[in-house]
């Protein structure tokens, strides 16, 4: 698969005047490789550019969607073009636009496409800068809005915010909405009237008193940022700031918090908030340096349903410790490296997932990680069929996209599956950072990970991925065992919820108590559907536990033969409408009889076979004796009729 690299050149120097005729300009360019036509493009157009920078300069209020304003977009043009086009939705109304400083009179608004004529073809190569003037009420799509205005009953606030994923940054700004072409650099210079405050992406630069008790907030990123991790949120609002020095490293960041200006507020979530610099430490261990140091880390608060991972401000409800370990995580996953595409969203929400059982794992308890796993393997067995990757038919269908089921949980079961694999913590989390270093700022695809988990292990895990990444559902195991005088046996048979994978190959524990209160963990390779394993065992045996740990996504059902004798077994012991009987040893003549307690022959069976089942719905409840007769020598046990 074709990896997708950034190469930045920004010239930090100069400044983009949002109160002048002033336009940005950038002399870098992005080495994304167009050629690979991303999965959802509106109009191929949108392929013949590079976007360098986007200025957004909007008034909002904290009442309503309704913003006006003007977007600057400064592009590189990949082939000559007689139309620019970007994405806007229908519901703004453009105003005016202009090429390089000069009105365009010649353009159109409709599919939520602005198509724009300039006097004269622009040259490839050439750099232009477009500023689009517009207004309108943005949102009105429910769930998926790019921008909200709700009101926080609780703390009586009201709130405008976005949330731009996957398709819906087109709602509020005009841009071009395609994973693999992230700009360099952004602005959001928003006006708001002075009791309110707005927070966005970035370092805010200056705070600008305007005339009519407006205030106007300049936040700038110089940061690659894909196009729908731009954002704004406006309301009433506190600032609590402070620096942060994670871990062990010299490094110090803003840590910056937009909460309600309730004097209750703080003082209820200040212990949850603070929590998230523990957590910057933790993951930065594992994951590598948090990648926006030179920036910050922040929240604006929202009454949102959970959070949204907004480059260097998220987005989110409350501080709850799993939304806010999810979200911090994506500023690695999800933000510095985005997937490539939708079908590979797996990079952005498996691993944030993923980040939420490894922040309980090392900031709560080993506990509470593995109660949250259990969950998610509960979550996981509720869609039998479908892949963690997003098939091609349904990479435009938001709802399985953003599948719960699949994309998060599956996608964090994942993971730790490939943990489990490795059996080397060291090597695991070297993985996770090697992917970081070489996909920073950049993008990157399922097979992007596979590949530096390959160079990184030394191992191939290509089989994994046909499986677990882009196979369907998950496998259900049957496991039964017993035991002779020497030797345990376990027989494992495994078949898969779907038909389209109907085998996982996997590493398996089986987890042994002994009599004498000892434990074991035995380690076996399950690579084929059926395997019989042998273990010299003279200790008593009292369970057998597949998978103890619960590293594997699959359903198990675990039979215990209670042994009578060295020559047959018998299960269950006790029986109810059916007794079952298993021979030790091969196929041969027996003759196989059940007594009563008067010593009443009640079912006689002849059998060859290596199992023989009799039915006992007619028997009452009580002890019987079991016979089995074989040439010259029979054997016997006591059974019991629940």
Request: some cysteine.
């Amino acid at each position: 698969m074709k990896s997708f690299f950034l190469t930045v050149s920004f010239v930090l120097s100069v400044l983009y005047a949002f109160a002048s005729d002033t336009e940005h300009t950038c002399s870098g360019h992005h080495a994304f490789g167009m050629s690979n036509v991303p999965t959802h493009v509106r109009d191929s157009a949108l392929l013949e550019y590079d976007v360098h920078f986007y200025g957004i300069d909007l008034e909002v209020n904290d009442t309503s969607t309704y913003i006006q304003g003007s977007t600057q977009i400064l592009i590189s043009v990949i082939e000559e073009m007689d139309e620019v086009v970007f994405e806007l939705s229908i519901s703004m109304a453009v105003d005016s636009i202009f090429i390089n400083g000069e009105e365009v009179p010649a353009w159109s608004h409709g599919n939520d496409l602005v198509r724009i004529t300039p006097e004269v073809p622009l040259e490839a190569g050439k750099q232009c800068s477009t500023r689009i003037f517009y207004h309108g009420t943005g949102g009105q799509h429910g769930f998926f809005s790019g921008i909200t205005n709700r009101f926080d009953s609780f703390w009586g606030k009201h709130v405008t915010y976005t949330l731009s994923e996957p398709f819906h940054a087109l709602d509020w700004f005009p841009c071009k909405q395609v994973l693999t072409d992230k700009a360099d650099s952004a602005d959001v210079y928003l006006t708001v009237a002075d009791y309110l405050k707005a927070g966005s992406n970035g370092l805010l630069a200056g705070i600008d008193s305007l005339p009519g008790n407006r205030t106007r907030y300049r936040w700038e990123t110089r940061y690659p940022i894909a196009f729908y991790l731009l954002s704004l949120s406006v309301s009433e609002y506190d600032d609590y700031s402070y620096y942060l020095h994670p871990g062990e490293t010299p490094d110090s960041f803003l840590f910056q918090n937009y909460i309600y200006d309730t004097p209750s507020y703080l003082s209820a979530n200040k212990e949850d908030i603070d929590a998230t610099g523990d957590m910057i430490s933790s993951f930065s261990w594992m994951f590598g340096r948090y990648p926006f140091w030179k920036e910050k880390y922040g929240h604006c608060v929202a009454p949102m349903g959970g959070g949204m991972e907004h480059q260097t401000m998220t987005t989110l409800l409350d501080f709850e410790f799993s939304l806010v370990a999810h979200e911090l995580a994506h500023q690695w996953f999800g933000d510095n490296v985005t997937c490539a595409s939708w079908q590979d969203i797996w990079i952005n929400e498996g691993f944030a997932s993923y980040a939420e059982y490894l922040a309980l794992e090392q900031l709560v308890s080993k506990q509470e990680a593995d109660y949250w796993m259990e969950r998610a393997h509960d979550r996981v067995y509720t869609e039998p069929e479908g892949s963690v990757y997003i098939p091609e038919e349904d990479a435009t269908d938001e709802f399985r996209i953003f599948s719960y089921a699949l994309s998060y949980q599956k996608g964090a079961a994942l993971l730790h599956m490939i943990r489990y694999e490795l059996n080397d913590d060291a090597v695991f989390f070297e993985t996770l950072a090697n992917f970081q270093k070489q996909y920073a700022d950049s993008v990157a695809t399922g097979d992007d990970f596979l590949r530096v988990l390959n160079e990184t292990s030394g191992k191939r895990f290509d089989w994994f991925f046909d499986q677990w990444y882009y196979g369907q559902g998950y496998p259900a195991f049957d496991f039964t065992w017993w035991q002779t005088t020497d030797s345990l046996f376990i027989v494992a048979e495994q078949q898969g919820s779907s038909p389209a994978t109907p085998f996982f190959r996997t590493t398996l524990d089986f987890g042994l108590i002994l009599e004498e209160g000892q434990q074991s963990i035995i380690k076996i390779d399950y690579d084929s559907p059926a395997k019989k394993i042998e273990l010299p065992m003279k200790q008593r045996v009292l369970d057998v536990i597949p998978d103890p740990a619960n590293w594997i996504v699959g359903i198990s059902q675990v039979v215990h033969r209670l042994v009578t004798n060295a020559y047959f077994s018998v299960n269950p012991n006790p029986f109810d409408d059916q007794l079952k009987v298993f021979f030790n040893t091969g196929a041969a003549e027996r003759e196989i009889l059940l007594f009563d307690i008067n010593g009443r022959v009640v079912e006689m069976v002849n059998s060859n076979s290596m199992s023989v089942s009799i039915p006992t719905h007619n028997l009452a409840s009580g002890i019987y004796l079991l016979k089995v007769v074989a040439g010259n020598d029979n054997y016997s046990a006591r059974v019991v009729r629940q």
